[in-house]
């Protein structure tokens, strides 16, 4: 049974992330589930127009829309006042969503969720969450590689690259793994120092 994947709104507000956390979906449905709220998706939006505040307004309504469609639910009402033990009451509308979604992962960068013992979930950092999912059917995660790098390798101004994007957005572990990946999808070696496990 897919794993049902809450998502917080610092993983949507990243590109990298996003990007990922979307394309596996799309490559492995049977492994897991997306879901997310209108609160979620409201706080990305405010977070992302902070950041882009000249962006074009229609930017927010396609974004907004591709998360949509790339999500299995999105969870529409959840009680506010599920207990939360957080230090943070801005995080308990998270919580108390992703419980009412009956979560088996939070996937959050929010270092508050990662100090609690006593969820009903497990919580895992993109890094950690792409690296169990590799773990499992790398084949899979090679086909998206394969896929992202071609689309980027079209557009080599506007990104860094897939790995680099990767350690910029936290993901270290996962970034050395795609670089596996790319040397193999090119025929070379694909031994790097740090990680020469095989995929």
């Known amino acids: 049974m897919p794993k049902r994947v809450f998502v917080d ?20 449905p049977s492994m897991f589930q997306l879901h997310t709220t209108e609160d979620v998706l409201a ?16 930017a927010t309504t396609r974004l ?10 999105l969870v529409d009402d ?40 006593d969820l009903p979930y497990e919580v895992l950092r993109c890094d950690e969450f792409f690296l169990i ?5 790398s084949w ?11 689309y980027w390798s079209a557009r080599p101004a506007r990104h860094a690259g897939l790995a680099t994007a990767l350690e910029r957005a936290g993901c270290p572990g996962f970034a050395l793994r795609v670089d596996r990946h790319l040397r193999a999808c090119s025929g070379l070696a694909i031994e790097r120092s740090g990680d020469t496990r095989r995929s």
């Open 133 to 137: 999912v590799d773990d499992a059917v």
């Open 64 to 73: 907004r829309a591709a998360i949509i469609a790339s999500i299995d639910e």
């Open 140 to 150: 899979h995660v090679r086909g998206t590689v394969r896929r992202m790098n071609q």
């Open 43 to 58: 706080e990305t939006i405010a977070r992302l127009r902070e950041l882009h505040p000249q962006r074009d307004g229609g």
């Open 9 to 28: 709104a610092n993983v949507w507000v990243s590109r990298t992330l996003r990007d990922w956390v979307c394309l596996l979906r799309a490559e492995i």
């Open 78 to 117: 959840f009680p506010g006042g599920t207990p939360w033990s957080g230090a943070d009451p801005k995080d308990q509308h998270v919580h108390a969503a992703a419980v009412a979604a009956h979560a088996d992962v939070l996937l959050t960068e929010d270092r508050g969720f990662h100090d609690l013992d």
